[in-house]
């Protein structure tokens, strides 16, 4: 096995709902899905992003775009007009999920 | 089988670029073109702007738009379809016809939707039985009614048809849901009806896709550096046939780029659970949809199961609650970060001695931690960063007084401050939401075309 950064094998987008934000990991190829289904939980997620998250993460599974959907359950500090944050929309959560660190096949093509 | 119907969508959001929808028209084939100008902070600015003169309360972008384009869409045959209406559909579309009579154009025929504005509605319809409890908390709405600025009901897509068969080439509505205005095109051409569960789905989702305008077709994409031509980047074209099944395009020489990578992108922006994504007219499983490449920067999109929908329509009210304010200031030099700490803790002790506490207030350091938090481990060195000040109260006055605090640090504390050009920071008022539902028998839409 060997360890890469879930940008070498996926792509994300994040956006907000409420004070929660959605954060969509798409997998790159089949092989990658299988890796992140197995390895990226909601539990690994919510420790990922530490203090941002101060509620419990959700994780959903859409096979059909290999994706996993994860609501990160008040993460916005408030969120809407309340916030006081810089990203007070989460426009950034898809780019902090990119960073968390994953083992994949050593014969997995970069 | 007739021949495929092209939406395109020009505007993600009040404040999206003013150049996309005039391309939309002009640089290719294009049949419908939507805007979205609602956010739900602005319909409270909006209402705002109406109860000081009834004649506003609407998208004043929308008007000049219509003042660059209205040749062209006479010309082109093109429909609009554009929720710049805001509070107040009728004042926007008097405002279209007068620039339409400054150009000195006839015939032109405009379709307003109304019915979801419900504030001056609010005592009927909880005598009739709306409650209006908190959609996510369950809190009664009785203590928060006098507060209200606004109130909407997010409607369905089938009065802006009803408009478009009576005729309409711009339709102007009010709150509806964004994917409504992509929808509603393709109920009308293809006769869709309420149980066409499949069919409404397919467009929801086609809505879904376009209703953030470039964030379809490479704008905000992970891979940024594959993405041609960013400079012209193209807004989004949906080719819909009547089968529900539809093609994402854009026009050909324009920039960016539509794949299967950059559309799923899309599909999962500000998803829930997928398998139950509710609108006002079907539910959809956006676990059945299927892309599949058909050519360059062309995907289609198929395959899509809907469901019955609920029997209540989503209610968005806004209320005052609070003010904040943030500044920022610029730290260079030796030990950047550092001395941007100590200036937050300065300011902070000023405040608190001058007698001033805060509901909440927030240092945030830009170039270290302001959108990852501790996910990265902060650098030792830094060349500069911005610190980040904000604070949070019911009380304007101390809001007020805390924008007065930043701009002596740059005389009063550590070397290598700069950068408060802008000014102090004015208390800015916080528009809190109030989501609700509301049974959908209680709704009246209404739709009225009118010639110029």
């Known amino acids: 096995m060997k360890r890469v950064r879930?940008?070498?094998?996926?792509?994300?987008?994040?956006?907000?709902?409420?004070?929660?934000?959605?954060?969509?990991?798409?997998?790159?190829?089949?092989?990658?899905?299988?890796?992140?289904?197995?390895?990226?939980?909601?539990?690994?997620?919510?420790?990922?992003?530490?203090?941002?998250?101060?509620?419990?993460?959700?994780?959903?599974?859409?096979?059909?775009?290999?994706?996993?959907?994860?609501i990160l359950n008040d993460s916005l500090g408030g969120g809407g007009s309340e916030t006081l944050r810089n990203d007070a929309q989460g426009k950034t959560h898809g780019q902090a999920i990119l960073l968390m660190h994953v083992d994949v096949p050593d014969d997995y093509e970069l | 089988?007739?021949?495929?119907?092209?939406?395109?969508?020009?505007?993600?959001?009040?404040?999206?670029?003013?150049?996309?929808?005039?391309?939309?028209?002009?640089?290719?084939?294009?049949?419908?073109?939507?805007?979205?100008?609602?956010?739900?902070?602005?319909?409270?600015?909006?209402?705002?702007?109406?109860?000081?003169?009834?004649?506003?309360?609407?998208?004043?972008?929308?008007?000049?738009?219509?003042?660059?384009?209205?040749?062209?869409?006479?010309?082109?045959?093109?429909?609009?379809?554009?929720?710049?209406?805001?509070?107040?559909?009728?004042?926007?579309?008097?405002?279209?016809?007068?620039?339409?009579?400054?150009?000195?154009?006839?015939?032109?025929?405009?379709?307003?939707?109304?019915?979801?504005?419900?504030?001056?509605?609010?005592?009927?319809?909880?005598?009739?039985?709306?409650?209006?409890?908190?959609?996510?908390?369950?809190?009664?709405?009785?203590?928060?009614?006098?507060?209200?600025?606004?109130?909407?009901?997010?409607?369905?897509?089938?009065?802006?048809?009803?408009?478009?068969?009576?005729?309409?080439?711009v339709i102007i509505t009010g709150r509806g849901t964004d994917p409504g205005l992509v929808l509603a095109p393709m109920i009308y051409e293809f006769g869709w009806t309420k149980n066409d569960l499949d069919k409404l789905a397919a467009g929801t989702v086609a809505g879904h896709i376009l209703e953030c305008g470039a964030q379809a077709t490479g704008g905000n994409f992970t891979r940024w550096w594959e993405v041609p031509n960013y400079a012209q980047i193209g807004y989004p074209i949906a080719e819909a046939s009547a089968d529900g099944s539809f093609v994402v395009t854009k026009h050909e020489k324009a920039g960016g780029m539509v794949t299967r990578d950059t559309i799923s992108e899309q599909i999962v922006y500000e998803m829930g659970d997928p398998g139950y994504y509710i609108s006002p007219d079907v539910c959809v499983d956006f676990k059945t949809i299927q892309l599949t490449d058909v050519g360059k920067d062309r995907v289609k999109v198929h395959g899509i199961k809907g469901m019955p929908t609920t029997e209540s329509y989503k209610v968005s009210m806004s209320y005052l609650h609070g003010y904040k304010a943030s500044g920022t200031l610029t730290i260079s030099g030796p030990d950047a970060y550092g001395k941007a700490q100590k200036c937050s803790e300065i300011i902070w002790e000023r405040l608190r001695d001058a007698g001033f506490e805060f509901e909440e207030k927030q240092s945030e350091y830009l170039g270290v931690n302001s959108c990852h938090g501790d996910i990265n481990p902060h650098p030792k060195q830094i060349n500069e960063v911005v610190l980040r000040l904000s604070a949070r109260d019911n009380d304007r006055h101390k809001i007020s007084r805390f924008g007065k605090e930043i701009a002596p640090l740059i005389t009063n504390g550590p070397p290598g401050v700069t950068g408060f050009a802008g000014g102090r920071p004015k208390p800015q008022e916080i528009v809190a939401y109030w989501p609700a539902l509301i049974d959908k028998k209680l709704v009246n839409t209404h739709v009225n075309v009118e010639e110029v």
């Open chain 1, 6 to 70: 879930l940008r070498d094998i996926a792509h994300a987008r994040s956006g907000d709902k409420g004070d929660s934000t959605n954060v969509g990991l798409l997998a790159n190829n089949e092989i990658a899905y299988e890796v992140i289904k197995r390895e990226i939980t909601a539990e690994r997620v919510k420790a990922h992003f530490g203090n941002i998250v101060r509620g419990e993460v959700d994780r959903f599974e859409m096979p059909n775009l290999m994706c996993l959907n994860f």
């Open chain 2, 1 to 169: 089988m007739s021949k495929p119907i092209l939406i395109g969508n020009g505007q993600g959001f009040w404040g999206d670029s003013i150049d996309a929808p005039v391309k939309l028209m002009k640089d290719g084939p294009i049949d419908y073109v939507t805007l979205d100008y609602l956010a739900e902070v602005t319909m409270s600015i909006m209402q705002r702007q109406k109860n000081k003169d009834p004649n506003r309360g609407y998208a004043t972008d929308f008007v000049q738009l219509m003042k660059d384009t209205l040749p062209i869409i006479l010309d082109k045959n093109i429909k609009v379809i554009a929720n710049a209406g805001g509070v107040n559909p009728h004042a926007c579309r008097q405002a279209v016809f007068e620039v339409a009579k400054e150009l000195g154009l006839t015939g032109l025929k405009i379709g307003i939707v109304e019915g979801d504005d419900i504030l001056d509605d609010l005592p009927r319809l909880m005598q009739t039985g709306a409650d209006f409890k908190h959609l996510d908390t369950g809190e009664e709405f009785a203590s928060f009614r006098e507060k209200v600025l606004s109130a909407n009901v997010y409607i369905s897509a089938f009065p802006i048809a009803e408009a478009l068969s009576q005729g309409a080439d």
